[in-house]
T-cell receptor
Framework: DTEVTQTPKHLVMGMTNKKSLKCEQH?????MYWYKQKAKKPPELMFV???????INESVPSRFSPECPNSSLLNLHLHALQPEDSALYLC??????????????FGSGTQLSVL | SQQGEEDPQALSIQEGENATMNCSYK?????LQWYRQNSGRGLVHLIL?????REKHSGRLRVTLDTSKKSSSLLITASRAADTASYFC???????????FGSGTRLLVRP
């Protein structure tokens, strides 16, 4: 199984809602990532988890809260988002981090619209 | 922050032609990777080239790396309509393992 599965595929939420994005992989990867991608732009790194511990937070606003319950699961909790947070949110995993030659496996993403 | 700039931003070619995309980056790297993204989908890893390598092939793909110029190129030979996608280079610096993506090239292959 070389898949990274993200749910939901599409999400529309109001600025007062609380929602969660979910990501799952069963490749035994120990590093998991959240990226945010606006239309016609490259993915921007948000968070990196290594061995279930948060290792990188790219100064992301606290309205985005990541969680890694176990080595296969990664969540992104959303609260009080702004319309400018509308984007494609991509989850990725890799075998490790820090080796300098990590290939990332990406999920198909969650297309988020904040109204 | 964006590490790489890609050129051209958009490229339109006829099926069967070759497509060349270029990537320039700013700081020393451990390796450089190329990814493909179909519209609204996740990214797919294509090829990784290490900083001590100059050229690498994978099927119809050929990647070159010139660390003295801090640049890389991706050549797709005998393009197909199915190659229509956005292509991104990505680098991790020698002081960080964060993978940072370049600005991307949108490739359209006309049947």
């Amino acid at each position: 199984d070389t898949e990274v599965t993200q749910t939901p595929k599409h999400l529309v939420m109001g600025m007062t809602n609380k929602k969660s994005l979910k990501c799952e992989q069963h490749m035994g990867h120990r590093a998991m990532y959240w990226y945010k991608q606006k239309a016609k732009k490259p993915p921007e790194l948000m968070f990196v988890y290594s061995y279930e511990k948060l290792s990188i937070n790219e100064s992301v606003p606290s309205r985005f809260s990541p969680e890694c319950p176990n080595s296969s699961l990664l969540n992104l909790h959303l609260h009080a988002l702004q319309p400018e947070d509308s984007a494609l949110y991509l989850c990725a995993s890799s075998q490790e981090t820090g080796s300098g030659n990590e290939k990332l496996f990406f999920g198909s993403g969650t297309q988020l619209s904040v109204l | 922050s964006q590490q790489g700039e890609e050129d051209p931003q958009a490229l339109s070619i006829q099926e069967g032609e070759n497509a060349t995309m270029n990537c320039s980056y700013k700081t020393s790297i451990n390796n450089l990777q190329w990814y493909r993204q179909n519209s609204g989908r996740g990214l797919v890893h294509l090829i990784l080239i290490r900083s001590n390598e100059r050229e690498k092939h994978s099927g119809r793909l050929r990647v070159t790396l010139d660390t003295s110029k801090k640049s890389s190129s991706l050549l797709i030979t005998a393009s197909r309509a199915a190659d229509t996608a956005s292509y991104f280079c990505a680098t991790d610096t020698d002081s960080s393992y964060k993978l940072i993506f370049g600005s991307g090239t949108r490739l359209l292959v006309r049947p």
